[in-house]
């Protein structure tokens, strides 16, 4: 498949549709259009025939249309994509239009060419904005400026020039700021209107830019009131989600979940959450575990399984890092481990009979399996 992709695309710049003549045959039609990479013109000769009865080619020969149809469309929707990731949006145009030349009936295509533009035209939209603002805040700074420097120095007539070609600009400009911030308000973006319409102010001061500055200003406090509503909301939603997994968490014994739940509850508790009574729900399931745990590996260091003990009251200590007592069992646990350790590498002496080490080993054995079942046992 990737073989066909990429013939397809080395062949794309033949690819040009063909005019059907009257001296073809459908099967010659097909053929050279199939040459020529006109694949939107060969399954469409293909249908036309299909749907007349007739059998242009064999199918193995019409499924392979098909498919390098399927492969050039797409090969152009990533080679397109890949346009657009680097910003290239003549590339990525040209590349949908050699793809749809080709495949003219590439519903793909023509959406994915169509996103595109519509994003291209929403950047540039943004830009246009960011630009006009730009500008009038330039101008905005210029109007405070040259009325300054003219006080001290009304003799400098370059100065006189610079400040009659401002005022020239600052009419058009404010007008073009109010009707930006009218648009923003239409298409309830209040952020927007504020800032245009300020800076339209400023240039132009009066009561009907006030009035419209004003206007935008309530219209902003309205939107940041929604937001703020909605994010309460949100963090109230999101807290009865953590006190339900916190309960949750506690009915499965999953206390190390249960305890960060509650921590991420502290910060943001929900309304109604009692959360002094959750604490005191965990305090009490930790407690049992602990007393349980402890229990379980004094079993097992009594029956020599040390490993085990060691691995019951470690896991433990996740639960209460602090505990002196649990804190004295694993350093004992861990000197016992070691001596035990320091003994398994002591060399088997070379005079004992081979039958004595393996009565050793299945006496080992025994043991190893003994201890296996007694774990097994315990709670």
Do not use: N
């Not at 600009?169 to 298409?187: C, I, K, N, S």
């Not at 921590?263 to 604490?279: M, N, T, V």
Request: overall charge positive; some cysteine; glycine content about 8%.
């Amino acid at each position: 498949m990737r073989g066909v992709i990429l013939g397809a695309v080395l062949l794309l710049a033949g690819c040009a549709p063909i005019t059907a003549s009257m001296d073809l045959s459908p099967a010659e039609a097909v053929r050279r259009a199939v040459e020529r990479q006109d694949y939107g013109r060969a399954r469409e000769i293909l249908r036309r025939q299909e749907a007349r009865g007739e059998a242009l080619l064999p199918r193995s020969q019409a499924v392979r249309v098909q498919r390098l149809a399927a492969a050039l469309e797409q090969a152009m929707l990533l080679q397109a994509a890949g346009h657009l990731r680097r910003g290239e949006w003549a590339a990525a145009e040209a590349a949908y239009r050699r793809g749809l030349a080709c495949c003219p009936d590439s519903r793909a295509l023509s959406a994915a060419r169509d996103r595109a533009r519509e994003e291209q035209a929403a950047r540039l939209q943004a830009l246009h904005i960011r630009l006009l603002l730009a500008r009038g805040r330039h101008l905005a700074r210029l109007a405070g400026l040259y009325p300054q420097w003219l006080r001290l120095a009304p003799q400098d007539a370059a100065a006189r020039r610079e400040w009659a070609s401002v005022q020239i600009q600052v009419g058009p400009m404010a007008q073009a700021l109010t009707r930006l911030g009218a648009r923003a308000l239409a298409e309830d973006a209040p952020f927007l209107a504020v800032e245009s319409l300020e800076l339209a102010r400023a240039l132009a001061p009066g009561e009907a830019a006030e009035r419209r500055l004003q206007a935008a200003r309530a219209a902003r406090e309205d939107r940041l009131q929604a937001l703020q509503e909605r994010r309460r909301a949100e963090a109230e939603s999101q807290g009865r989600a953590r006190l339900a997994a916190l309960r949750g968490a506690l009915a499965a014994g999953e206390l190390m979940g249960a305890r960060r739940h509650l921590q991420a509850l502290a910060a943001d508790p929900p309304a109604g959450a009692d959360l002094e009574a959750l604490r005191a729900d965990l305090e009490r399931a930790v407690t049992a575990r602990m007393e349980s745990g402890l229990e379980a590996g004094r079993r097992h260091y009594l029956a020599g399984r040390i490993r085990e003990a060691l691995a019951v009251w470690r896991g433990l200590q996740r639960l209460r890092p602090g505990d002196a007592e649990l804190a004295a069992h694993v350093r004992r646990a861990e000197r016992a481990l070691e001596s035990l350790r320091a003994l398994e590498g002591m060399s088997v002496p070379a005079e004992e009979a081979p039958g004595d080490a393996k009565a050793g080993d299945v006496g080992a054995q025994g043991r190893t399996q003994g201890g296996e079942q007694e774990h097994q046992q315990d709670p």
